[in-house]
């Protein structure tokens, strides 16, 4: 008779707790904040003077269970600032989770 502990620590089993998804965002800022951003730029103690604008981005990312305690995850982000005039930018990342 099997392990009853191994079958449960196996990746087969543990595929049930990975998932997938695909996420995407858009940050409006309000006329009133960008006024009071704009405002704080033009004091004499700030020197960057740029312009504030609304930001968005999208993430994909996946969740693998190798075990019951040992998950990874991998996502990519590609982020558009709310920065006039700045460029997208594109993160990866990874993470290992351990429960003990």
Known sequence: MPDRTYLRCSSRSSRRRSGFGIGYYYLAIS???KQT???FTRLPVVAPRFEL???QGVEI???AALTEWLKVAADLQVVQPGV???????IFGVRLKIDF
Do not use: L
């Open 84 to 90: 006039a005039g700045a460029p997208s930018a594109t």
């Open 53 to 55: 604008g609304d930001k």
């Open 37 to 39: 951003f704009q405002a």
């Open 61 to 63: 990312f996946y969740n």
């Open 31 to 33: 006329h009133d904040r």
